[in-house]
């Protein structure tokens, strides 16, 4: 095969720049081309490229070239082409004249048509992919597509705490970390004021007061007041101007932070060439450094030509890139720049120190973490790929700059770094933001291990650490939460040398938790409901393992166990009704159980239907437990501290005073469950008599006692429990008995963190007179009706009938 280059002919005369090409499936020798030049436009050829004439050159569509140009086909119409560029265009008249189409999001860069039918349209934008079906007119959502692009990630001090970032090529974003409906959604979200690109930082007084940056511009929001207001260092826009033009270089992801030091969170840092600071949450700023970068003039002109310039500020250079305050020295702020140099002062910009490490030329800072433990610590994450070097590189310093360490090992080459951070509480732990996933180590940088479990390979352009939990930014497939990261805080050389560990636990919170949440739709997973228990199995042990719950005198909570339970559930009839797990799991190496704060469940009814998810243990109250993990008859005891929903700080005793009578609730359905086990006992009893005994008269007086018998059990078995209830909204026609009463009752004692009211008072009281009254009953007709039974039939010679015992009892 050999190649021929197309000039002249109605091709544009002098430098061609990018070209993107179509031939139509309709006709083989039409053909499209899209070409950047001087009078470069959309040409059509319709002799296979012999000659060609230019037939539209509307700037929609050439603008941008390196970004766009990019030419469709209609695979059974010649005349019908489409253009992507900001919006999607199609022509009908080859190329004329062009309609826009009501494609989802903007910047467009992918088109598939059917070649068997044309109108089924799949499109790529910046805002992910849909499909259309009817040409174009309408398409589907991109609302079910996690995939999108951070730069970087912020969290606030909420409860629960909301996650922020700028998306690229969409809204900032704030996040919820937690919904009280069991899934994180849409409606969980807000924009956090607006760019795509750059920081969104919260303040630490108030999280309804965000910060964020857009290239030059920078944006303070109030979220209570639905106010976006400029807090700009320079508020000009110098789109399409290079570096050199512009009097700051504030490039595409300019750092920013609010000073942790500040209590009245006023005093802002953000950073071009120099650095600037504001006291005044942004109504005016100081410069407080020089020029900190290389000023390399020659790497300051103009992006793009010589065809088309495209100038955003992504192409700026000699900037500050990173900026980091040292959390506990106010004044301590590290620099660092696009052209690999590092500077520090400790007297709040007064005077700057270059620190730079012996770096290759021209490496990215691309993050600079602080040390929580020792101000003259920090770590640097540098980023090489603008410069086809894609190994890792993250240094650290341990005297303030004198000299750095480079701490990659276990990194491999290809997952250049992007972040590295400090775990905040235990000192020597480090996490890295890779462009393959997460790493960790464990001896503050001297190995890494991956640490990706089910986070897909994505690029990770920053992380945080929350409490205890790991949030990361990835580009491309949106935010990610590792809950719980007490595990990694206890890991030590003789972890995995043990037969089992039990790890002690984080902190528990005692929330409500939805019995049913809709997880087909596009939506985010909230943490694991309940305690977190984490435990190492270095083997999967054939026997039994088994958890206690354990309250502050030893007593037993819960029992828990890796051998399944048959429990007497319901079949099922909602999909989105909530399965707690029951069984722990027993699997070699780490195993997470999360225990759903209640004690264990009441005596049961096999083959009962409840409206709800049916009778539980009750929620237990705040305060200190034990966790016992027994592995092959070997036991470990470690302690859990359980506390109260944050935001209901205070109803600690409201909260004991609904523990004990949903304690009495519990108790009552107990006796109330197992008087209608023990009635339906006896009538399995009076069942299997008349089976093995037939029509024998001789028994007869028997069996019509028997009979009798059952008669009397059943007028207490129907005021017990609705006998008809075989589905979930079987009492719309068979009306609540006590056990359904007694079930919808124990989950609204429960609802919210408030005392029993005195209608709550109430109505226990009456359902526990009706208990009694029917419990009383049945406790005589055990005494008196079943001996007599048992008697005639002993009389007869027969096996012995069973008497249960008296009074019922859990």
């Keep these: 095969m050999t190649w021929k280059q197309l000039q002249g002919n109605g091709l544009p005369d002098g430098i061609l720049g990018r070209i993107g090409v179509a031939v139509s499936g309709a006709d083989a020798n039409r053909i499209y081309a899209i070409i950047e030049a001087k009078e470069g436009g959309i040409y059509k050829s319709e002799d296979a490229g012999e000659h060609w004439v230019r037939v539209n050159d509307d700037g929609r569509f050439r603008q941008r070239a390196w970004y766009f140009s990019k030419v469709y086909a209609d695979p059974k119409s010649p005349d019908t082409l489409y253009v992507l560029n900001t919006g999607l265009f ?12 009501p494609a989802r999001h903007g910047d467009h860069h992918g088109l598939w048509i059917d070649p068997q039918n044309p109108n089924r349209v799949a499109n790529a934008n910046d805002g992910g992919a849909s499909v259309s079906t009817d040409g174009g007119k309408t398409w589907t959502t991109q609302q079910n597509q996690p995939t999108a692009q951070f730069y970087h990630v912020a969290v606030d001090n909420a409860f629960p705490y909301h996650i922020y970032g ?112 504001s006291t005044d949450e942004g109504q ?73 490490p012996k770096l290759p ?84 940088g001297a190995r890494w291990q991956p640490l990706q479990l089910n986070l897909p ?38 972890s995995a040398q043990t037969d089992a560990l039990l790890y002690q636990p984080q902190t528990a919170l005692r929330l409500h938790y939805p019995s049913e949440f809709d997880k087909r739709q596009p939506v985010g997973n909230n943490p694991p409901a309940g305690a977190i228990l984490n435990y190492y199995l270095k083997t999967a042990p054939k026997d039994e393992v088994t958890i206690d719950i354990l309250d502050a005198q030893g007593k037993l909570v819960r029992h828990l166990s890796s051998k399944e339970k048959k429990d007497n559930d319901q079949p099922p009839e909602w999909p989105d009704r909530v399965e707690t797990p029951k069984t722990l799991p027993v ?138 209830m075989k589905g979930s909204e079987a009492n719309l026609a068979f009306p609540n008995m006590l056990n359904e009463s007694f079930d919808t009752f124990s989950h609204v004692l429960e609802a919210a963190d408030n005392e029993p009211t005195q209608p709550q008072q109430d109505v226990f009281k009456m359902l526990g007179g009706r208990l009694n009254e029917q419990l009383q009953r049945w406790a005589q007709i055990k005494k008196d009706d079943v001996p007599k039974v048992g008697a005639i039939i002993k009389q007869l010679d027969l096996p012995a009938f069973p008497v249960p015992a008296n009074p019922a009892q859990h």
């Design 361 to 444: 030329e021209w490496s990215t800072i691309a993050l600079i973490d602080a040390s929580t433990f020792d101000a003259n610590s920090a770590y640097i994450a540098l980023d090489r790929h603008k410069l086809d070097d894609l190994k890792p590189y993250i240094l650290k310093t341990n005297n303030a700059g004198k000299t750095w360490t480079a701490i990659t090992t276990g990194i491999p080459d290809g997952a250049n770094v992007h972040a590295v951070r400090e775990d905040p509480r235990h000192r020597g732990l480090l996490y890295a933001g890779t462009e393959l996933g997460v790493y960790v180590s464990f001896d503050d």
């Design 587 to 724: 699997n070699e190496g780490m195993n997470r159980f999360a225990w759903d704060l209640r004690y264990d469940d009441p005596v049961q009814i096999p083959g009962s239907f409840y409206s709800g998810d049916g009778p539980k243990g009750q929620l237990a109250t705040p305060g200190d437990y034990q966790v016992k993990l027994t592995v092959g008859g070997t036991s470990q005891t470690v302690p859990l501290h359980l506390v109260i929903d944050p935001r209901m700080q205070g109803a600690e005793p409201a909260v004991q005073k609904q523990f004990a009578l949903s304690t009495q609730v519990k108790e009552n359905i107990s006796q109330l469950h197992q008087a209608v086990n023990e009635i339906r006992d006896m009538k399995a009893e009076v069942q299997r008599l008349h089976k093995r005994l037939g029509e024998d008269a001789r028994v007869k007086p028997a069996l019509d006692a028997a009979d009798d018998l059952t008669k009397k059990m059943s007028t207490v078995e129907e005021q017990l429990i609705q006998v008809n």
């Design 166 to 277: 700028a998306q690229q090529d969409n809204s900032n974003v704030g996040i919820v970390s937690r919904s009280e409906e069991g899934v994180i959604g849409p409606h969980d979200w807000f924009i956090a004021g607006g760019g795509e690109c750059g920081f969104v930082v919260p303040t630490p007084r108030d999280w309804h007061i965000i910060y964020s940056n857009n290239e030059g511009f920078l944006t303070r929001y109030d979220k209570l007041k639905e106010q976006a207001q400029d807090a700009s260092v320079v508020p000009l826009d110098w789109a399409g101007h290079g570096a050199n033009d512009v009097p700051h270089r504030f490039q595409w992801v300019t750092p920013l932070l609010v000073s942790m030091h500040d209590k009245e969170s006023k005093t802002l840092y953000t950073a071009a060439e120099a650095v600037f600071k």
């Design 457 to 494: 390979v994505s690029p990770i352009h920053d992380l945080v650490v929350k409490d205890d939990d790991l949030v990361v930014a990835t580009h491309g497939r949106s935010f990610w939460v590792l809950d719980d990261l007490t595990p990694l805080r206890q890991v030590n050389a003789q």
């Design 284 to 356: 005016s700023w100081t410069q407080i450094s020089a020029d900190l970068t290389r000023n390399d003039k020659s790497k300051q002109l103009p992006s793009g030509g010589p065809l088309t310039n495209d100038i955003t500020s992504v192409e700026y250079f000699d900037t500050v890139f990173a900026l980091a305050e040292s959390p506990l020295q106010a004044g301590t702020i590290w620099a660092g720049t696009d052209d690999g140099l590092v500077h520090l002062t400790t007297d709040d910009g007064k005077t700057w120190a270059n620190v730079s």
């Design 90 to 101: 199609r022509s009908v008249d080859g190329g004329k004249t062009f309609n826009l189409l």
